[in-house]
């Protein structure tokens, strides 16, 4: 385990260093810059700008230099957020972001999973079709629709729930965890189903069954420990991407979080906070993969991590 634990971790410096280096080659190919948009300055303003933060350098010496302050932990200076860190900026908008982001997993693993099992309990059955059906309409509707449906039903029409996040209130999560968990509880309640049918045709689930166990102990002791591991593996990614902060719900209900920050950084040419919010993503995701093979192992004995 702990040699496993050592590779993946030498595995992950690796891919956040690819991820690093490639996104930043990749901005400075795209035409234009942070402070290209800012007509109000003349053009010896500009250049001024760019030699404060060093963006008149060679890009290669850039690119040594930034790598080198991202090892010891620093992203460097917001070039639109002025005076404030990326580090900072990350630190105050990524709670927001996860807290959503952690209940919307929730609530998608405690609807999605109860959900695909009773379509596999019940195949070809009308509460089957009727889970099928749902579940595809919510893989089919893009993101920002759900947004808008909420919104308008239970923002404007019925005036029960706010528009804007607000304060941060229990009533203000609401509908974004809603919008954020709806694609993936369809499609874990689709993934669950899939993968209960194939356990439930197994010999072992079949024997269980003729030895005179209950389907309860069945179901529950071996059937869903085996069905449940897709659903693992999928989680991981999602988990990451979600408390990130999911960039079309938290630009709808103007939510502080990081998301809305990453996409301002992308409009803005934020070099920078591109580069430190992609880091942190990618390092996150690298670390949930790493805890899902570890959940594995739990979930089912037999498998060994090598």
Not at 17 to 44: D, R
Not at 109 to 138: H, Q, S, Y
Request: overall charge positive.
């Amino acid at each position: 385990m702990i040699k496993y634990i050592l590779k993946r971790l030498v595995m992950a410096i690796v891919t956040i260093f690819v991820v690093a280096t490639l996104t930043f080659f990749l901005m400075n190919t795209v035409p234009g810059g942070p402070f290209t948009a800012e007509k109000s300055i003349s053009e010896q303003a500009r250049k001024n700008l760019e030699a404060k933060y060093g963006l008149d350098k060679p890009i290669m010496q850039r690119y040594v230099t930034y790598i080198t302050d991202a090892l010891h932990g620093d992203f460097g200076i917001s070039l639109k957020q002025r005076g404030r860190t990326v580090s900072s900026i990350i630190a105050t908008k990524f709670p927001v972001s996860a807290k959503i982001g952690g209940i919307s997993v929730l609530v998608a693993l405690i609807l999605g999973i109860p959900l695909g099992c009773i379509a596999a309990l019940n195949r070809g059955k009308i509460l089957d079709n009727i889970i099928i059906v749902l579940a595809t309409f919510g893989i089919a509707v893009p993101g920002f629709v759900v947004c808008t449906m909420l919104l308008y039903f239970l923002g404007v029409k019925l005036q029960v729930l706010p528009t804007t996040f607000g304060d941060g209130s229990w009533t203000h999560f609401i509908m974004p965890v809603l919008s954020i968990a709806f694609y993936p509880t369809a499609y874990i309640a689709r993934l669950m189903r899939s993968s209960m049918l194939d356990v439930l045709g197994q010999d072992y689930m079949r024997t269980a069954k003729a030895k005179g166990v209950s389907q309860f102990v069945s179901l529950f002791k071996h059937a869903l420990r085996n069905a449940v591991l897709p659903v693992v593996t999928y989680v991981g990614p999602m988990l990451a991407y979600t408390i990130t902060g999911s960039f079309i719900v938290e630009k709808v209900f103007t939510i502080p979080g990081l998301g809305r920050e990453f996409i301002s950084s992308v409009l803005n040419r934020d070099y920078t906070m591109i580069m430190g919010t992609t880091i942190f993503l990618a390092s996150l995701m690298v670390f949930i993969n790493v805890l899902v093979d570890i959940v594995y192992t739990i979930i089912d004995p037999r498998i060994k991590l090598k």
